[in-house]
């Protein structure tokens, strides 16, 4: 069975950190990108950044958050560092193929985590 569980949100103060883990099983971890979405109520779900062979970022967490990936244990983690209240939402991680300049592309990920709420407070 595929499982991608999202961990480590919670609620913190504007200018705070976290750190959320996505812990893989029951597909070869290795083959593939993970990227990490977040969506915000009311809103559309947009990617905040991927890594495969290379890393991407969106604009707005550029300088602020960190993915890396650890192979040996299938997780790949989300450092979120000097955090601002509009980074609140859900969290996802999912895992896929897609080419790099379609990396924000939610439909070409193959598998989905459940989400983990981060809240940030001003």
């Known amino acids: 069975e595929v499982q991608l569980q999202a961990s480590g949100g919670g609620l913190v103060q504007a200018g705070g950190s976290l750190r959320l883990s996505c812990a893989a099983s029951?597909?070869?971890?290795?083959?593939?990108?993970i990227g990490w979405f977040r969506q915000a109520p009311g809103k559309e779900r947009e990617g905040v950044t991927y890594?495969?062979?290379?890393?991407y970022y969106a604009d707005s967490v550029k300088g602020r958050f960190t993915i890396s990936r650890d192979n040996a244990k299938n997780t790949v983690y989300l450092n979120m560092n000097s955090l601002k209240p509009e980074d609140t939402a859900v969290y996802y991680c999912?895992?896929?193929?897609?080419?790099?300049?379609?990396?924000?592309?939610?439909?070409?990920?193959?598998?989905w985590g459940q989400g983990t709420l981060v809240t940030v407070s001003s």
């Open positions: 999912a895992a896929g193929r897609p080419v790099a300049s379609a990396w924000r592309t939610t439909s070409l990920y193959y598998y």
């Open positions: 890594t495969r062979t290379s890393t």
């Open positions: 029951g597909f070869r971890f290795g083959d593939y990108g």
